[in-house]
C-alpha cells in the first residue's frame, strides 16, 4: 500500500521563526489534507491540497503531485501553532475512500 | 453549520465489554469516516460509510463494526473489548469527493 513520509518528527522553534513541513508520499492520490491536532486531540483541516499552492494568514501548504510530495510552510509562528501536524492522503483509484495519515510532525513553539 | 459531533466523549469500560460511539456528521454530508489514534499506530482507518452502506474497510478485526442510519448518523460498536483498544476514536464526514471534516474524537480506555 501508499507509504506517506513526514519530516521531521520534531521540531522546536522560537516564537516568529518559520518552518516547513514535508510530506513524502509513495504513489499517486486523488486528495491530500493538512491538518493540526490540538493538545485535545482534535485534527483542524489546515489545506485541501492534492495539487497547487494555496495560503491561509501566515500558512501556506505546496503539492506537487508529478513528484509525490507537499509542504507546509509556516510563517512567524505562534505558540498557539504548537502541536502535531499530519499529512493525510487518499489513494488514487476507485474503490479507496480513505485517508493513509503520515506519523505527524511534532512543533513547539517557545515563547 | 454545526460541525462533526462526537458522542460520548470520554468512556471507561473493562475487558471483554462492549461499546458503541456515535457520530453525527455535518449537515448535508453522507460520507462518515472512522480512525483509530494510538501513540504506537497512529491514526488508522477503521472504516467509511455512504449512504448506509459501507464503502471501504481497514485492516480490523470483525470485533469492530459500524453503521450509518438513513440521516447520515454513524455508529461504531466494538465488542469483546481489549486492553490495546484503548485509543481514540475519530469520526470525519464530508460531501464527495473532497475536505474531510474530524470531529472532537472519543477517548476509550479499556482497564
Known amino acids: 500500500g501508499i507509504q506517506v513520509e513526514q519530516s521531521p518528527p520534531d521540531l522546536i522553534l522560537q516564537e516568529g521563526a518559520n518552518s516547513t513541513l514535508r510530506c513524502n508520499f509513495s504513489d499517486s492520490v486523488n486528495n491530500l489534507q493538512w491538518f493540526h491536532q490540538n493538545p485535545w486531540g482534535q485534527l483542524i483541516n489546515l489545506f485541501y491540497?492534492?495539487?497547487g499552492t494555496k495560503q491561509n494568514g501566515r500558512l501556506s501548504a505546496t503539492t506537487v503531485a508529478t513528484e509525490r510530495y507537499s509542504l507546509l510552510y509556516i510563517s512567524s509562528s505562534q505558540t498557539t501553532d504548537s502541536g502535531v501536524y499530519f499529512c493525510?492522503?487518499?489513494?488514487?483509484?476507485?474503490?479507496?475512500?480513505?485517508?493513509?495519515f503520515g506519523t505527524g510532525t511534532r512543533l513547539k513553539v517557545l515563547a | 453549520k454545526a460541525g462533526v459531533t462526537q458522542t460520548p466523549r470520554y468512556l471507561i469500560k473493562t475487558r471483554g465489554q462492549q461499546v458503541t460511539l456515535s457520530c453525527s456528521p455535518i449537515s448535508g454530508h453522507r460520507s462518515v469516516s472512522w480512525y483509530q489514534q494510538t501513540p504506537g499506530q497512529g491514526l488508522q482507518f477503521l472504516f467509511e460509510y455512504f449512504s448506509e452502506t459501507q464503502r471501504n474497510k481497514g485492516n480490523f478485526p470483525g470485533r469492530f463494526s459500524g453503521r450509518q442510519f438513513s440521516n447520515s448518523r454513524s455508529e461504531m460498536n466494538v465488542s469483546t473489548l481489549e486492553l490495546g483498544d484503548s485509543a481514540l476514536y475519530l469520526c470525519a464526514s464530508r460531501t464527495s469527493q473532497e475536505t474531510q471534516y474530524f470531529g472532537p474524537g472519543t477517548r476509550l480506555l479499556v482497564l
Open positions: 493525510a492522503v487518499e489513494p488514487k483509484g476507485s474503490g479507496t475512500y480513505k485517508y493513509i
Open positions: 491540497i492534492p495539487s
